[in-house]
């Protein structure tokens, strides 16, 4: 079983950056499909990214494209969502997520594992 764990979140103002962090207790994250998901009051949970972590292939929705960035480090074990020039909309309870399969998707049903989410909140 693996259980993953957000930090990070806070509140930050429009333009500011942060930095959210996901570590998974239980095993490593060497053959897993890791993604970010978030989900704003009254909207459904959305895709923000993902990576492949043996080919270190990410993808992004077109509404963060260029402004946050996914990456991890084996070493640390630790999947990170680098979000700059936040924006009002950024506003969202994020969500790490982890897959048994390396590939990373966009589609929320492929995931298996879920953390409890941490709130970010852009002030204009």
């Known amino acids: 079983q693996v259980q993953l764990v957000e930090s990070g979140g806070g509140l930050v103002q429009a333009g500011g950056s942060r930095r959210l962090s996901c570590a998974p207790s239980?095993?490593?994250?060497?053959?897993?499909?890791m993604g970010w998901f978030r989900q704003a009051p009254g909207k459904e949970r959305e895709f923000v990214a993902a990576?492949?972590?043996?080919?270190?292939?990410?993808f992004y929705a077109d509404s963060v494209k260029g402004r946050f960035t996914i990456s991890g480090i084996n070493a640390k074990n630790t999947v990170y969502l680098q979000m700059n020039s936040l924006k009002p909309e950024d506003t969202a309870v994020y969500y790490c997520?982890?897959?048994?399969?390396?590939?990373?998707?966009?589609?929320?049903?492929?995931?298996?594992?879920w953390g409890q989410g941490t709130q970010v909140t852009v002030s204009s």
């Open positions: 990576i492949t972590w043996s080919g270190g292939l990410t």
């Open positions: 997520a982890a897959r048994r399969i390396a590939a990373a998707v966009r589609s929320l049903v492929s995931y298996d594992y």
């Open positions: 239980g095993r490593t994250f060497s053959s897993y499909g």
